[in-house]
């Protein structure tokens, strides 16, 4: 009986580890540059379609590589065009990825994951209620990308770490998958965002790599009573040490931040929350992007505000922060499960 053997996955390799897994294989190190090209410029994935490459070597690189682990499972388009795409990794776990087109289609932005579920647990997010089960690695976060570019045969232009998981909680796969995004895959540093609940010391590990990033904080309450439950990752690091911590990383980045804030109806959209999210924030160089909650298809108890609340209420910041700018994020692929964890959670349920 014939054995099988493992296939080197090329996927996430840069050139020169390319290059020496083709000439063990006795092939020309041209075609690691040929293969490379194909892999991260024209987003294959496939070797047949490297039409470059000779017939003859075709069979040998099918057998002994592959070029990437996950699978499609699911992929939605919703009324204004954003797709949403259910992955599979090699292990049968789940991820989502997100692609959004803004500017009449000149900006294309991809909402990546960095872990199956998450450890956070905040109450009003999908992927908070499945808990944390696993890390991605590198490879894993950096095909979501490829496989997007694959399939919708478009060039991502901006990204988004706000997916399932705390990005800085995978902190050293999150970092080599920005290398790998800015590296491999062209794009610019000034075009990727993490978002994070506030994990300091990564936040501070982060400011050192001086990587020009946009870090945006998952702010949500101005109140540490409030806050400690809304994202319960602030009982152990609270708003103030935050504040600190995102102004040394403006400092150390030369960067500006943004601050996210979900609205939720009811709980922290009150002309006083907004007054005390103003002041906060006052003399931090920030944006603060304000997100009506997306309540389309969710489980909780969470309501959305009004569009006339949320207006007064990004009125009061701007007043109270000394003029940021205060944007309301455009709400996209609402008929479609966008927000993270939610597609996970009802593709699960339909299997049940
Ligand atoms: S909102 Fe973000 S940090 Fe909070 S549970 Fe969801 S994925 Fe985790």
Not at 37 to 64: A, C, G, H, R, V
Not at 78 to 104: C, H, I, P, Q, W
Request: with cysteine; aromatic share 6%.
């Amino acid at each position: 009986m014939a054995l099988m053997t493992e296939q080197t996955d090329l996927f996430g390799m840069n050139l020169s580890e390319l290059e020496a897994e083709i000439l063990k294989l006795g092939l020309s190190k041209f075609r690691a540059k040929q293969i490379f090209n194909w892999i991260y410029l024209k987003s294959s994935n496939n070797f047949e379609e490297m039409t470059d490459l000779p017939q003859k070597n075709l069979s040998l690189l099918q057998e002994k590589f592959k070029i990437g682990s996950l699978s499609l499972i699911e992929r939605q388009v919703s009324s204004d065009g954003t797709r949403k795409y259910l992955f599979a990794l090699e292990d049968g776990n789940l991820v989502e990825s997100v692609l959004m087109s803004f500017e009449d289609g000149k900006r294309l932005t991809a909402c990546i994951s960095s872990q199956i579920g998450c450890a956070v647990k905040c109450p009003f997010c999908s992927t908070g209620t499945l808990g944390f089960k696993k890390n991605l690695r590198a490879e894993e976060i950096l095909e979501q990308v490829h496989l997007i570019q694959n399939i919708e045969k478009e060039r991502i232009s901006n990204i988004v770490f706000m997916g399932q998981g705390e990005p800085l909680n995978n902190y050293d796969s999150v970092v080599k998958a920005t290398q790998g995004l800015r590296e491999l895959i062209g794009i610019g540093a000034r075009h990727i965002t993490i978002s994070t609940s506030g994990v300091i010391p990564k936040i501070d590990k982060l400011a050192k790599e001086k990587i020009q990033l946009t870090l945006a904080l998952s702010l949500h309450d101005p109140d540490d009573e409030d806050r400690d439950v809304l994202v319960p990752i602030n009982k152990k690091w609270k708003i103030n040490e935050l504040m600190s911590s995102m102004k040394n990383y403006v400092k150390s980045t030369n960067r500006r931040v943004t601050i996210e804030y979900v609205l939720l109806k009811g709980m922290n959209d009150s002309n006083k929350k907004a007054e005390s999210l103003g002041k906060l924030v006052s003399d931090l160089h920030c944006n603060i992007n304000l997100i009506p909650y997306n309540q389309s298809c969710s489980d909780t108890v969470f309501l959305r505000p009004d569009d006339k609340r949320v207006l007064e209420f990004s009125e009061v910041v701007k007043r109270f922060s000394k003029g940021k700018t205060v944007t309301i994020r455009q709400e996209k692929g609402h008929d479609i499960k966008a927000a993270c964890g939610q597609l996970e959670s009802s593709y699960r349920k339909s299997l049940h």
